[in-house]
């Protein structure tokens, strides 16, 4: 029996995909969609800036829908279409 093993090469990088985000002060919660399917990848409350990390297709086409809600019920909701995320050395 052959055994193989895989050695984590650290001058190799390990890709993944994140979405760094800039938002509306009134924005409460995010949902970030697969504009595709409309399966949400990710909802969260929000601050006004962060970053997400999503599966590695994402990085590749611009299928992400991100929608802001105000809760307070103030504001409408808005929606931002057709995002990609950006490749990410994941290490």
Known sequence: MLIECLVNDLSHPVMGAALSYELDDKAERFALIDRATLRVVEHRSVTPTGRVFVPLTYATQENLSLIIFD??????AEIADHI??????MK
Do not use: I, R
């Open 71 to 76: 809760d307070t019920g103030e504001f409408n």
């Open 84 to 89: 990609k995320a950006d490749f990410e050395n």
